[in-house]
T-cell receptor, first 113, second 115 residues
Framework: DAKTTQPNSMESNEEEPVHLPCNHS???????IHWYRQLPSQGPEYVIH???SNVNNRMASLAIAEDRKSSTLILHRATLRDAAVYYC??????????????FGTGTLLAVQP | GAGVSQSPRYKVAKRGQDVALRCDPI?????LFWYQQALGQGPEFLTY????????KSGLPSDRFFAERPEGSVSTLKIQRTQQEDSAVYLC?????????????FGAGTRLSVL
């Protein structure tokens, strides 16, 4: 399984943008890049995913390097509710048996008021 | 609509006791996953169901762990003769099947403490 590397922790100030990096130098051509986050005392929640092109949704943006060996999750204006552990995960986009998520330790994001 | 529901939220067991953890997935979701999350770590895969069929149990740490989903909806994770190392949060997730459907929706988990 292709692995990802993320910083253990990051800090941000409220209402400022946050850029969360992820390295995945061994990514395969069929791997999508998924981001989940886990708020305190909750299960992980889906944030965004992409393959090659940059992606935007109501929660965040995903910027993918041209060689696909790294990506960045962008929170445009951090709020206190964005304080969580953010996981970058590689995997296919098919639902089903092959799609167990392989989590690393993620990045713990602290947001200061 | 309702999300993934897990019960109980907290469970304290004495070493050697059997426990049963329940997961109610989102209605209509074919896929169901169980994960185990130790303190300070990311979740680790335990087992996967497609409807009632258990297609992958490669992550179950020992034969004391058993999961079932007899009617293809509710699932139960059972741990027999609990040990202290079983203390963790057990997470259940469900998803649809098919291309573009690999978004997993997680419950809040069951925190198991074995004394």
């Amino acid at each position: 399984d292709a692995k990802t590397t993320q910083p253990n922790s990051m800090e941000s100030n409220e209402e400022e943008p946050v850029h969360l990096p992820c390295n995945h130098s061994t990514i395969s051509g069929t791997d999508y890049i998924h981001w989940y986050r886990q708020l305190p005392s909750q299960g992980p929640e889906y944030v965004i995913h992409g393959l090659t092109s940059n992606v935007n949704n109501r929660m965040a943006s995903l910027a993918i390097a041209e060689d696909r060996k790294s990506s960045t999750l962008i929170l445009h204006r951090a709020t206190l509710r964005d304080a969580a552990v953010y996981y970058c995960i590689l995997g296919p986009l098919y639902g089903g048996a092959t799609n167990k998520l392989i989590f690393g330790t993620g990045t713990l994001l602290a947001v200061q008021p | 609509g309702a999300g993934v529901s897990q019960s109980p939220r907290y469970k304290v067991a004495k070493r050697g006791q059997d426990v049963a953890l329940r997961c109610d997935p989102i209605s209509g979701h074919v896929s169901l996953f169980w994960y185990q999350q130790a303190l300070g770590q990311g979740p680790e895969f335990l087992t996967y169901f497609q409807n009632e069929a258990q297609l992958d149990k490669s992550g179950l740490p020992s034969d004391r762990f058993f999961a079932e989903r007899p009617e293809g909806s509710v699932s139960t994770l059972k741990i027999q003769r609990t040990q202290q190392e079983d203390s963790a949060v057990y997470l259940c997730a469900s998803s649809l099947e098919g291309l573009g459907q690999n978004i997993q929706y997680f419950g809040a988990g069951t925190r198991l403490s074995v004394l």
